[in-house]
């Protein structure tokens, strides 16, 4: 993938969400391709999972049984900027669009997602529980989530 943006430098790429070993991979991309708008493709995903591909830089999240139509339609909202998530079976478009996680916060992300304490994960990153719950907090202002449960992938 890190080739073919290389090369070609599209506006817009549609990415297969199966195809990626994490989210942090298209956290990566966004970092590598920050002028790329990336569309991400899923198996039905819940309203938390494409608010967390949005906070790891995708533009647009579509669950892949998306009509054609929607999904061109998806690709040039996307060239404009704008994030397109799925909902109830529709895409809602956002001309805001929600915040970006931090590196940082991407990283607690993972290890909340992992199933870690606060206190394992402050360990890990060599921070304060304080911190780790701060940045617990600003993840479940950012995706929308209320719980750690929510933060889960659904398998």
Known sequence: ????????????????????????????????????????????PSPAESRQMIGFGATACLAKNTEARDVLHAIYLASRGLHVLPSTGQAVYET??????????????????????NAEIAAT?????ETVRTHARNIYRKLGVRTRRELRPTV
């Open 1 to 44: 993938m890190d080739g073919a943006l290389a090369t070609h430098e599209p506006d817009v790429a549609i990415l297969n969400f199966a195809s990626l070993a994490s989210p942090a991979d298209l956290r990566d991309l966004h970092t590598r391709f920050p002028a790329v708008r990336l569309l991400v493709l899923a198996d039905n």
């Open 96 to 117: 805001a669009g929600p915040t970006p996680l931090t590196p940082r916060e991407a990283d607690v992300l993972e290890l909340l997602q992992s199933g870690s304490s």
């Open 125 to 129: 990153l060599h921070v304060g529980i």
